[in-house]
């Protein structure tokens, strides 16, 4: 059997996360599976509370009738077998065993195989994963270690519901299982809501890996937009929690006009007017009247600034409209120390903790990476932007569009963030620390079964070799492509280094950093990419024009070709690092031959010059050009004649030929690299460069994406370039397949309407990861 096991767990990870029904998540992971594997038979059965009994909970194949009445001893049966044994049982020909024991009307007369695997929880069985087929080829002894994968995400499952279950108190009146686990989750989460607490927070998954560590909420990003509805029975408690942030907000105030010598009389009045403000009986007292009304503190404290500042907007007075930013930015302060946040805002983490924002630039996050930064939560951010493929550079696990964090999470709370499903725990229990353990073992089991391929090629077995290269921003970045086994540096952003400083770099400093690079590339070929700013990257040394969209402004090639200096000064330094290694330049966002000519003009000014300085530098240096626009597609044929190489920026390509912003919350589901119209544009890209013999690279998110690179292999595109991390992952899918199979797949893709259809079927013949 054939099947993409990386694949499947995504999925039954996603189910994992968004059932609320443990029971109605077993029946659809058993959907699953005998969906992907076309099996015939796939069921459920957990001990009972006695452990005595195994029960059929859940399956696909088996009369449906059977699922709560198929009993059976954990001493009978094939299934009581795989219990006694505790490992894996593959048999042909099930109803000529000893132990088989048939079940009149379940209707498993007709199978030819059965394959028991038991569910474990932390050395505690739970019950077995039984799968069986009419046909005797159909599974093998092979497959045993795969299903063992997918029943320990089962078996996590399982444990899970249990804890749910013990979080409640025992009920005499004991319901049918789905029932009774659905009320006790919503019971569970009625409780710790009114808490102030919550067991678990979902959002998007946009860097995978586990981090545990304390909450630290990044102050300037802590707004009213973050905070949602929540009621209290606790009027007093609330009231005074109130008082005490208004008098932290007052004493703050207090002590930075002491501590500030150089302050202005006009700053003095401000910091003043502040104090007055909370100093103001009926501001603090129409805030109470809303929680005696039965809001918490900080939604109440959202009202009655909102109205304020509704009220002040409304004003002709120029000097009066703008008092209620100012009466906005005291509500900001007071809501600060309601979450526990005194305005120690710091750099350097003493411990591990958790970064909790609205959003982060790639900036603020290159400026927090440190050691004890464990993992990001952000109530906004998009699934593709900078600062999110940075995390996954920094192998820091990330999820977005969590919107109730400032509800339920306070400063310092202890957190464990799943980067890989999308949930965020909250002081979690010992039992929910324990299986991350497990699972954070299970991840360097995982990585060191892929790291045997470090140093093969990414080749189809017939032949077909595809180069994975690593995208890079930041020279620490070297390890992970040594560490991951990428064959070349396929994209190296020059903005980071750029982002980080208060001034542009010197030519000398561009220099020396291009340098390092190279030489810490140890023989990789380098693909650097000119300074590609704007849209979510800015530097706070340029001044920028005010846009209503900046991703369709000013930026990247186009502030380059404006600042002909500083783009000239870049240039000089990567022809100078190229005398010390392989290296090639790429111009990003390219919509036109005249920007391709210009390019080349100056590039040929600066490499005579260089000569005529009798400066070192690769004279047959290559360049390429990055497509990431729709409309370059077109008339790409003819920007060919000027350039070596092409890049498919897939980021920004499919966001633009989809018309997505791909950091609004609000059409993020819309973003889908599947979709057919983006599949035949890159395919599109791909024939064009193979048809007048230019190299094509597949570089962003998508390229990481198994699916998509399975359709990339397909295209026979020459290279991908994505992060680090998914290289042996990618490389392993590719080694497992044939060119001549993906072609055919390809050819079916092209004909579906929708990336639904594309995904359910490419699903189905993806191959083992195994």
């Known amino acids: 059997m054939d099947r993409n096991k990386i694949s499947i767990l995504e999925n039954i990870g996603k189910i994992i996360t968004e059932s609320a029904r443990p029971h109605r998540t077993l029946e659809k992971i058993v959907e699953l599976v005998a969906d992907k594997f076309n099996i015939d038979v796939c069921s459920v059965y957990l ?29 009978e049966g094939l299934t009581g077998f795989v219990l006694e044994e505790m490992r894996p049982v593959f048999i042909v020909n099930p109803a000529a065993h000893p132990r088989y024991k048939f079940f009149e009307k379940s209707g498993e007369e007709i199978y030819s195989t059965y394959l028991g695997v038991p569910l474990v929880h932390l050395r505690n069985p739970l019950g077995v994963l039984v799968v069986q087929t009419v046909q005797e080829d159909a599974i093998s002894k092979s497959d045993m270690n795969l299903f063992a994968t997918i029943a320990s995400q089962i078996s996590a499952t399982v444990a899970y519901s249990g804890l749910l279950e013990d979080l409640k108190k025992e009920r005499q009146d004991r319901r049918d299982l789905e029932e009774r686990l659905l009320e006790e989750v919503e019971i569970h989460a009625e409780k710790t809501a009114k808490k102030g607490k919550k067991g678990l927070i979902r959002g998007m998954p946009v860097s995978p890996g586990f981090a545990e560590g304390h909450a ?29 942030a208004f008098t932290r907000s007052q004493e703050e105030i207090i002590a930075l006009t002491k501590h500030v010598k150089d ?9 003043d007017a502040q104090v007055m403000a909370l100093q103001d009986r009926s501001f603090k007292k129409k805030i109470i009247a809303h929680i005696k009304e039965g809001s918490c503190a900080e939604y109440a404290l959202k ?82 932007s900078h600062a999110v493929i940075l995390a996954k550079s920094f192998e820091i696990p990330m999820v977005i569009g969590v919107r109730d964090m400032l509800d339920t999470v306070k400063e310092n709370d202890f957190l464990i963030v799943d980067g890989t499903s ?17 699972l954070k073992a299970e991840k360097v089991n995982k990585f060191q079964q892929l790291d045997v391929l470090r140093d093969l090629e990414a080749k189809t077995k017939d032949g077909y070799e595809i180069k994975l290269g690593a995208n890079i921003g930041l020279l620490s970045d070297l390890e992970l492509v040594k560490k991951y086994g990428g064959d070349h540096i396929g994209l190296y952003r020059t903005e980071f280094p750029f982002l980080v400083r208060k001034e542009f770099p010197s030519e000398n400093e561009q220099f020396l950093l291009y340098k390092k690079v190279v030489e810490g590339a140890e023989g990789r070929s380098v693909t650097i990419r000119t300074l590609d700013v704007g849209g979510d990257k800015f530097l706070s040394y340029l001044d920028y024009p005010k846009e209503q969209n900046p991703y369709l402004g000013w930026r990247s090639i186009r502030v380059s070709l404006e600042l002909d200096d500083i783009f000239r000064t870049q240039i000089r330094a990567i022809l100078k690092a190229s005398a010390f290694g392989h290296i090639k330049i790429l111009f990003p966002m390219i919509t036109s031959a005249g920007e391709v000519r210009r390019i080349v003009s100056l590039l040929d000014e600066e490499k005579s010059s260089l000569e005529e300085r009798g400066i070192p530098f690769d004279t047959t240096i290559n360049i390429g050009i990055m497509v990431e626009v729709p409309g370059t597609v077109k008339i790409l044929d003819r920007l060919l004649h000027y350039v070596d190489f092409v890049s498919i920026g897939t980021n920004d390509l499919i966001q633009y030929t989809l018309a997505v912003d791909r950091n609004n919350q609000k059409v993020a589901e819309l973003y889908d690299p599947l979709h057919p119209a983006v599949i035949s544009t890159i395919l599109d890209v791909v024939s064009i460069c193979k048809k007048n013999n230019k190299e094509v690279s597949i570089c962003g998110e998508a390229a990481s994406n198994p699916r998509c690179a399975y359709l990339f292999t397909a295209f026979e595109t020459d290279k991908l370039s994505m992060n680090p991390a998914s290289i042996p992952v990618i490389k392993d899918l590719i080694r497992k397949v044939r060119l001549t199979d993906t072609k055919k797949a390809l050819n079916s893709v092209l004909l579906m309407e929708d990336s639904r259809d594309i995904t359910s079927y490419l699903d189905k013949i993806l191959p083992s990861a195994q």
């Open 303 to 384: 009202k009655a600034i909102l109205k304020y500042v509704e009220f002040f907007s409304n004003m002709e007075d120029p000097y009066l409209k703008e008092r209620g930013s100012d009466i906005e930015d005291i509500g900001k302060r007071v809501l600060r120390k309601l979450l526990g946040y005194e305005g120690r805002e710091t750099r350097q983490f003493t411990r591990e903790t958790v970064v909790i924002a609205s959003d982060i630039s790639p900036i603020d996050l290159i400026g927090l990476r440190q050691d004890n930064l464990k993992g990001i939560v952000l109530s906004r951010g998009g699934k593709t």
């Open 47 to 75: 001990l009972d509370t006695d452990k005595r009994s195994l029960v059929l909970q859940a399956t696909v194949g088996l009369r449906k009738e059977s699922t709560g009445k198929i009993r059976m001893s954990v001493h």
């Open 216 to 244: 630290h909420y990044l102050g300037e990003s802590i707004g009213f937009d973050q905070i949602e509805y929540e009621e209290t029975e606790d009027v007093s408690s609330e009231i005074s929690r109130l008082e005490a």
């Open 422 to 438: 999308g949930i965020v725990f909250s002081k979690p229990p010992q039992v929910i620390i324990d299986e991350y353990t497990r």
């Open 263 to 271: 302050m202005s009389g006009e700053d003095e009045a401000i910091l």
